[in-house]
C-alpha cells in the first residue's frame, strides 16, 4: 500500500527540509523507491547543472561552497549511511526532478552499495 501525503505534511515530518517550495496542500506526493541512478539525469529547476545530479567535483566547485559548506555536508552524509544513518526520502516532482534532496543524491551516488533510495513522488 502506498502512502500518499501532501507537501505541507511532509515539511511537518521533516526538520531538515531546505526547500520547501511543495509544502502546501496542492501537492501531493507517493511514497516510493526507485533505483538511485533513474534520478541523476532528471532536470531539476533548482540545481545550478539544470539536473538532480551534482557531483562531488561539481559541489567542490560550485561558488556557493566557498567555506566548504556542500562538500562537507556530503562527506558527513556519507560518514553517517557508513554509520547505519538512514536519511529522510528525497522529494522529487511528477518527472522526478528534485525539490528537495540534491546533497543526499550525491552521497548517495558515491556508494555503491546503495542501489535504490526512497523518494516522495509528487503525483
Known sequence: MAEYLTGKE????????????FGTED????????????????PCPFSSNG?????FKEWENHPENYDDYHT??????IDYIH???KFSPLICDKEFGLYDGQ?????YSMI???????IYKEI
Do not use: W
Open 10 to 21: 511532509i515539511c511537518s515530518r521533516y526538520s531538515d527540509i531546505e526547500n520547501d517550495a
Open 112 to 118: 555503491p552499495e546503495i542501489q535504490n533510495v526512497r
Open 103 to 107: 546533497h543526499r543524491l550525491t552521497a
Open 51 to 55: 539536473k538532480n545530479l551534482m557531483t
Open 83 to 85: 554509520e547505519g544513518g
Open 72 to 77: 562537507d555536508n556530503v562527506k558527513q552524509m
Open 27 to 42: 501537492h501531493r506526493f507517493a511514497l516510493m523507491t526507485v533505483n538511485k541512478e533513474s534520478l541523476y539525469d532528471a
